[in-house]
């Protein structure tokens, strides 16, 4: 084989065909024209006995008789350029040898900068293919992702490919994860994922159409998560994440951190009573049997029903801030019309009122003024009360009578639902179940506000589960800083009392804050009366903080056996001792927290739990955390290694020579896991069945539906729309990340009168402290 880089020749050896090829796009690039293969003949024995090269100018465009009819046609690029290089199989050497040449164009070329935008000069290497998907993955857009790795390469002319080449390799890559339809797209994602996380469980709803209509899944992390912290749970679900519109149903919950974690998703096509139950029943069989004790979500009739089928000794809480929300537009057009009435009232007064001396009017006036505090409630700060204030069911029927004798019948049909499930979000119903201080779905949400931030209604089920993954992950980062913090930082305790000391050794950062809280009300409690085992614990009127009640409470203690209740349900609610308790146990001199009333899931080792399945295994937790930090160790040795050589030729020379013999001996010994697995699971036979799987589409889903050109875009103005136009596409409902130093159920007892707040009731958290 001749030299490679030299000028070619008529009677040049050029190797095989491959090897010719490359030369001439070389050579090509090196003199700024473009090149591209013409035609070949072949022998008896298959093999090109002649093969011609060209320039990409070579030839004319065929006329079309179509011309005219195209509005921006695309740009001539043949030129009847006649340079050409002619090859001719020599079967005494086996080689292809030059047979013609001529290398006189009729057209400018490009000059040395620009060539390597040249077509045969741009091409995206395999090893360049893992670093564009992971830059995908992260969520990088393929503008930055390609000056990121333009930048690493030493410059966009040293990349060997440009943007346009980076984002067609992601269609591509996309097409052909899609290329057995999204059914089948979910099933090969759910088996790369189990050749990853062994304890990985997910379910397909399959119809007799063989149509899946819903999904459920979760990972190892996720089956230990509600191991650890499944007794209350959050079901919410999410629309606009995928394009095939189906709904999100996450099952989230609080870990040990009074943080959001993550025990389970699911892909529902339709939000049926026969949907929610088969998910539900899914998701606890895959987590061993193992049933929440209470259960939060919105008010729809479907999952309550599902709820009552597959949990029935489960408690069932709804949202109070969905609640809130609807009350306020039932209940405060009252207090307009009240408002009305008394500006009439009060203009027939002020005529009234000149007539009369100036003690008359003082009179009038005070009067008025108490008239106006007493309306500033309204009918909603009524509500209010029935919500969060009333301990007592005889209180809340007294008073939700009296409130719905003040609605209109049109409003009946509301008052008679609500009503029915009083004992779903009432306090009075509520305050005796283990609900951990969670009153509504806001937790879900504010995750629903993260998941805003990675999907969108034009995502395929491939790129929704990628997109969904980094949300799991970027929680569970959270978690490990969480973890870390609380580690290197001694939790702050303002009084050296033994009992709050304690405390901050046992539990996590964010429940020993509300245990201190509890222990700062105890230095205003006080023992009223002790009749045998009862306490009665009252609090002083001095206490300006909202949270505490100063409602007395009664507190049986039992020495013996050192159990302790409190009537304010404070444990059997959150699971921490309430000040009354605390007071009485100080009183009998006892300076720590009983052993059965520290529970473990607030603790700083409550991740220590060992969750095993049905099959008795124990569930691990991150089955991929050893590779990773394997990985890890050897970029920290390889990394400083490749800067030091790469400046370098001959060091860089010795390593890579080092580094390609020890990847052969490691194939050669160990074989090459990484393609086992892709041909698993991409060229498995059975991923094609002859009758495949397929998505059940959404009820009125007409996906033939023609697209409307451009001028039909520009639509009329609908009528009160105020000149915009209303979008039919579905969005993420989302709220702000919520503070959790707020208790809703506090806000609403204390200021019950002010419903003018409710219009802003989004910033506030509605968990309990």
């Not at 912290?229 to 999100?248: H, Q, R």
């Not at 009240?338 to 500006?343: A, E, F, I, T, Y």
């Amino acid at each position: 084989m001749d030299n490679l880089n030299g000028m070619p020749h008529v009677g040049m050896s050029l190797g095989t065909l491959d090897e010719a090829w490359t030369y001439w796009k070389s050579f090509g690039g090196r003199n700024g024209f473009g090149v591209r293969k013409c035609y070949g003949r072949k022998g008896k024995d298959n093999i090109h006995s002649s093969y011609t090269f060209v320039c990409a100018c070579e030839g004319e465009r065929k006329k079309d008789k179509r011309d005219y009819l195209t509005k921006n046609p695309r740009a001539e690029t043949r030129r009847g350029c006649k340079v050409l290089l002619a090859l001719k199989f020599d079967k005494n050497c086996q080689q292809y040898k030059v047979k013609k040449c001529h290398l006189e164009h009729n057209h400018p070329l490009q000059k040395p900068e620009a060539c390597y935008l040249i077509p045969t000069q741009r091409e995206v290497p395999e090893i360049a293919l893992i670093d564009i998907n992971l830059a995908d993955m992260s969520g990088i857009r393929p503008k930055e992702s390609h000056e990121l790795l333009s930048r690493q390469a030493g410059g966009v002319r040293s990349i060997g490919y440009t943007k346009d080449d980076l984002k067609s390799c992601l269609r591509d890559k996309r097409k052909k994860a899609m290329e057995y339809g999204a059914a089948v797209s979910i099933l090969k994602y759910f088996e790369k994922r189990a050749s990853e996380d062994s304890f990985l469980q997910h379910f397909e709803d399959i119809t007799e159409n063989k149509e899946i209509a819903n999904i459920v899944w979760m990972d190892g992390t996720m089956r230990v998560a509600y191991g650890r912290f499944g007794e209350v749970v959050i079901f919410d679900t999410t629309f606009g994440t995928n394009n095939e519109k189906w709904a999100l149903g996450t099952f989230v919950g609080l870990n040990n951190f009074r943080e959001i974690v993550i025990f389970g998703a699911a892909l529902m096509c339709d939000q049926t009573t026969e949907s929610f139950a088969w998910v539900f029943t899914k998701f606890v069989e895959a987590n061993g049997g193992k049933k929440p004790i209470t259960m939060f979500t919105d008010q729809d009739m479907a999952i309550g029903n599902a709820l009552k089928q597959v949990l029935p000794n489960t408690k069932h809480g709804l949202c109070v801030w969905h609640i809130m929300k609807n009350a306020q537009k039932k209940l405060c057009k009252y207090k307009k019309k009240n408002d009305k009435n008394d500006k009439d009232d009060n203009d027939d007064e002020d005529d009234e009122d000149d007539k009369d001396d100036n003690n008359d009017n003082d009179d009038s006036n005070d009067k008025n003024d108490s008239n106006d505090k007493k309306d500033k409630q309204g009918l909603m700060g009524e509500f209010l009360k029935c919500l969060f204030k009333y301990e007592e069911e005889e209180e809340f029927e007294k008073a939700f009578e009296a409130l719905a004798g003040k609605l209109d019948k049109k409003d009946e049909k509301w008052k008679n639902g609500i009503y029915e499930c009083k004992e779903k979000w009432a306090y009075c119903f509520m305050k005796n179940s283990y609900t951990l201080g969670i009153r509504s779905t806001q937790a879900s949400e504010s995750m629903n506000s993260d998941l805003k931030n990675y999907l969108s209604c034009k995502l395929d089920v491939n790129r929704f589960m990628e997109q969904f993954d980094r949300v799991v992950d970027a929680k569970r980062e959270k978690e490990v800083k969480t973890e870390y913090e609380m580690r290197k930082k001694l939790p702050r305790v303002r009084y050296n009392i033994p009992i709050i000391c304690e405390a901050g050794k046992l539990y996590t950062p964010n429940i020993f804050e509300l245990f201190h809280k509890e222990c700062e009300f105890f230095g205003s409690a006080y023992i009223e009366s002790i009749d045998g085992h009862t306490y009665t614990v009252g609090m002083s009127n001095n206490i300006n903080d909202k949270e505490c009640s100063r409602k007395s409470r009664q507190v049986v203690w039992n020495r013996d056996d050192q159990s302790i209740a409190c009537s304010c349900k404070k444990f059997e609610r959150v699971g921490i001792l309430c000040c009354h308790a605390i007071k009485v146990l100080d009183r009998d001199d006892i300076k720590n927290i009983p052993p059965n009333y520290i529970l473990k899931r607030w603790t700083q080792n409550a991740n220590d739990d060992i969750v095993v399945d049905r099959e008795e295994r124990v569930v691990i937790e991150d089955a991929l955390l050893e590779a990773r930090n394997r990985h890890a160790q050897l970029m920290r040795l390889l990394g400083p290694t490749c800067d030091m050589v790469s400046r370098d030729k001959e060091k860089f020379q010795f390593l890579w020579d080092e580094l390609c013999s020890v990847r052969e001996r490691v194939e050669e010994r160990y074989g090459n896991p990484s393609k086992r697995t892709n041909d698993h699971v991409q060229d498995n036979p059975n991923s094609q069945p002859e009758n495949s799987l397929r998505l059940k589409k959404k009820d009125g889903d007409n996906r033939s539906k023609r697209r409307k050109p451009w001028n039909e875009n520009f639509s009329r103005k609908k009528k009160g729309s105020g000149g915009r136009v209303s979008s039919s596409q579905p969005l993420i409902r989302s709220s702000n990340n919520l503070s959790q130093d707020t208790s809703i159920e506090n806000f609403g007892a204390a200021n019950f009168g002010c419903y003018d707040q409710l219009e802003h009731i989004h910033d506030v958290s509605i968990i309990e402290d």
